[in-house]
């Protein structure tokens, strides 16, 4: 029998976890390891899809987690590429220099490839890389296959692509190409040359899209199919998703109220906005207070959004039918997340705005903005960017007919994108690459979902937040967090009872029947802050690459 110790090798704080159990979990190598997808949406909210209270058609999602598993308490890193880095490392993103101070990639690191070709497997990367240090997927990322697209301003085309790290000619603009089309074309080439291939191996696939990422583009007839469905607005739609959300059986506190003077710090002045894009506003604002045009606007907005996250669905529906196709469904485990919440910013990149061209088209160029991405976060508080809930909880569906029986259900376990390495190397039955050149690894952070793929457990563990002066530690139920944006002190939730971060314990200063409420929750959130630090000097010690 196989020991692999999956826990995070921290330095845990004895009078905080003096119940934890840092033992190791044992099983036996599987004789038919499981082959292993991941397909990953770009600035997607919490509730955008139809499963976790959208109003967005998602059929294909949809029945993934009727047959699977919606997670509701799972975690990314707050942004693009902090959040790839973890998941294709397994290490928080300063561990490995990607977020904070940027340097070179650790010498003591690997990819998932790396591990996984241990046992035997294929990798095939197809959509968004944003690994900033490790800058080729199969000469240093160690899949066998891939297609990188870097067209991050244009759905419509493609002027920056890479096929097996070798730069492609440019792709588009005439009206054949649109991105996670290709994103899924390439990836379903991949699964095709496998089975003919390499059908006795199993795979692993990393499927990236880079959609709804802004700028808001969409096939025309998509969005026709949205057009009017967000006229009433914002709030309407937030309080309507809130609704299906309890209908569909999530216990998620409290919807969050609009913070209507909060967007992404670097988004252009209002003025700047005006002059490029008529009727467009920096800030959100109560509905009722928008002009006819901005209302337009912001509801063309919306449906943009929500095409893109329609076409989506359906590459993934071609993807499972290629797997269905292969005779592989059955011991596949897919796993669907996004890394980051919706996106408050509101910027003009590429070859800009074009005010006569229709809204959505490829001369287009808008962002969601601070209004529909408070929504699509629903119920959470704030967006990409930020540690609240709303920038840092992504939906994560968890789909394997053959490893999990509890379909349907919903998991409150806490998880982290850190996770998926210890995941499936256990799936894998191999133990994680920790030696590289003579430089030693440092114990990874993560621990396996695979026990919560059968039932739900609570856990004291901790997860660590940090992005851009946002920071949050999570440690059980608790959650200390600091925004850049907020008065620059520390806040106090207690997460079992207050999901959506509503009564900062640190300003509540009494509770009936306990007169030591205040002191309590002061020595709790001072030793949380010192533990954040504690923890953020070590990861920053462990990016150097002579560790």
């Not at 054949?176 to 059908?199: N, V």
């Not at 920096?282 to 207070?289: D, E, G, I």
């Amino acid at each position: 029998m196989k020991t692999v110790n999956i826990l995070s090798g921290l330095l845990i704080a004895p009078h905080l976890f003096s119940s934890m159990n840092a033992s190791a979990i044992s099983f036996d190598p599987p004789n038919d390891p499981p082959n292993i997808v991941v397909i990953m949406a770009d600035d997607l909210g919490f509730s955008d899809l139809g499963c976790y209270g959208g109003e967005i058609h998602t059929p294909n999602l949809d029945r993934l987690a009727d047959q699977g598993l919606r997670f509701t308490q799972f975690y990314n890193s707050g942004r693009c590429w902090p959040t790839r880095s973890s998941l294709l490392t397994g290490y928080y993103p300063q561990q490995i220099n990607a977020d904070g101070v940027r340097a070179a990639f650790p010498r003591w690191g690997y990819l998932l490839p790396h591990h996984l070709k241990q046992a035997g497997y294929r990798n095939y990367h197809s959509g968004k890389w944003h690994v900033p240090n490790v800058t080729t997927q199969i000469a240093a990322g160690g899949f066998d296959c891939s297609y990188q697209t870097g067209a991050y301003d244009d759905h419509f085309a493609a002027q920056n692509h890479f096929l097996d790290d070798e730069k492609l000619p440019p792709a588009g603009g005439e009206g054949d190409y649109y991105s996670s089309t290709a994103i899924a074309d390439y990836a379903i080439r991949f699964l095709e040359e496998h089975q003919q291939e390499h059908a006795d191996s199993p795979f692993f696939l990393y499927t990236a899209f880079i959609s709804p990422h802004f700028p808001l583009q969409a096939p025309k007839e998509v969005i026709e199919k949205y057009r009017n469905d967000y006229l009433n607005g914002w709030e309407e739609m937030k309080r309507q998703r809130f609704e299906r959300q309890k209908n569909l059986g999530f216990e998620l506190g409290e919807n969050s109220p609009f913070e209507y003077m909060v967007t992404a710090p670097w988004s252009w002045p209002e003025h700047a906005l005006k002059d490029s894009i008529p009727g467009e506003v920096r800030y959100a604002k109560p509905w009722y207070q928008l002009t006819e045009n901005e209302k337009y606007l912001q509801a063309t907005k919306m449906a943009i959004h929500a095409a893109m996250v329609d076409v989506i669905d359906k590459e993934v529906g071609r993807i499972m039918e290629q797997l269905r196709a292969m005779g592989e469904e059955e011991n596949t485990l897919v796993l669907f997340l996004s890394d980051n919440g919706a996106s408050a910013e509101q910027i003009i990149r590429g070859n800009g705005h074009n005010p006569e061209a229709p809204l959505g088209s490829a001369e287009s160029y808008l962002c969601l903005g601070p209004g529909f991405s408070t929504a699509s976060n629903t119920p959470f508080r704030r967006h990409k960017f930020w540690t609240h809930e709303g920038g840092i909880t992504t939906p994560l569906i968890a789909y394997w007919p053959q490893g999990i029986k509890d379909k349907g259900s919903l998991r409150y376990s806490m998880g982290h994108v850190v996770d998926f390495l210890p995941t499936f190397l256990e799936l894998a039955g191999v133990d994680p690459l920790m030696e590289k050149d003579g430089f030693e690894a440092p114990t990874p952070p993560g621990e396996s979902l695979v026990p919560v793929f059968t039932e739900d457990k609570q856990s004291e563990r901790e997860i660590w937040f940090s992005h851009s002066g946002n920071n949050a530690l999570r440690q059980g139920k608790w959650k200390a967090v600091i925004s850049s944006d907020i008065d620059g002190r520390w806040q106090l939730y207690n997460m079992a009872e207050d999901r959506t971060e509503l009564n900062n314990l640190a300003d509540d200063f009494y509770r009936f029947g306990d007169p030591e409420w205040k002191e309590k929750n002061q020595v709790r959130l001072q030793q949380m802050k010192e533990r954040w630090e504690e923890l953020n000097i070590l990861y920053q010690q462990q990016g150097k690459s002579d560790f």
